[in-house]
């Protein structure tokens, strides 16, 4: 079955506590990018990825890093969480090209304390 | 910068009435066009796209959207309201204006009353 997934699906950190969200595509897809969802904001970009090693920063970069070493692979880290980056995450990816759907996981809750 | 705008944050609708979620575009040229539905605790799921073929759309569960270039509308309708649409949906746009991005407005939760 053709999915995207990430992991873990909820987390409770505290401020300051590294941690890394994965996610993997099973679709060969090119292009892969991480999502936050905040209430009346609904989903802004934080990076994307347009292959292997390359990426590049979306809306709100800002305290969260990313790295593609992997085509599948495409994991988020947060070195320092911090309360503001308490959110809804989610990952997608796409073929790019003249292709623009984008496959969505089913999302991370995070909350930092 | 694009942007996408959806009228409303909330709508409410009674089962069996006309459901209609409006979203409108800022872009030079078609972009492409997408709705996709939020149900509670869950992710994203696709449920109509426009990609410059016909300007009316039909989606999964009953939905359409026509696209409107004139208006820079694309606008989401379903003929009549069932409990199981009371959700978020979200209108989102790509295309060569929106860089590599997929831009999201800011989503319409409908409610749908027996």
């Known amino acids: 079955e053709a999915q995207v997934t990430q992991n873990p699906r909820y987390l409770i950190t505290v401020t300051g506590k590294k941690l890394t969200v994965t996610c993997s595509q099973n679709?060969?897809?090119?292009?892969m990018s991480w999502y936050r969802q905040d209430p009346g904001l609904g989903l802004r970009q934080i990076y994307y990825?347009?292959?292997?090693?390359?990426?590049d920063k979306g809306d709100v970069p800002e305290g969260y890093k990313v790295s593609r070493k992997e085509k599948r692979n495409f994991p988020l880290i947060l070195e320092s969480p911090s309360p503001n980056q308490t959110s809804l995450y989610f990952c997608?990816?796409?073929?790019?090209?003249?292709?623009?759907?984008?496959?969505f996981g089913p999302g991370t809750r995070l909350t930092v304390t | 910068a694009q942007s996408v705008t959806q009228l409303g944050s909330h709508v409410s609708v009674s089962e069996g009435a006309l459901v209609l979620l409006r979203c409108n575009y800022s872009?030079?040229?078609?972009?492409?066009l997408f709705w996709y539905v939020q149900y509670p605790n869950q992710g994203l799921q696709l449920l109509l796209k426009?990609?410059?073929?016909?300007?009316l759309v039909k989606g999964i569960n009953g939905f359409e959207a026509e696209f409107k270039k004139s208006e820079t509308s694309f606008h989401l309708t379903k003929p009549s309201a069932h409990m199981s649409d009371a959700a978020e949906y979200f209108c989102?746009?790509?295309?060569?204006?929106?860089?590599?991005?997929?831009?999201f407005g800011a989503g319409t939760i409908l409610r749908v009353k027996s």
């Open positions: 997608a990816s796409w073929q790019g090209g003249s292709s623009y759907e984008q496959y």
């Open positions: 679709m060969n897809h090119e292009y």
């Open positions: 990825s347009m292959n292997v090693e390359v990426t």
């Open positions: 872009s030079s040229v078609p972009p492409y």
């Open positions: 426009y990609t410059s073929a016909a300007t």
């Open positions: 989102a746009v790509s295309g060569v204006e929106y860089g590599n991005k997929l831009v």
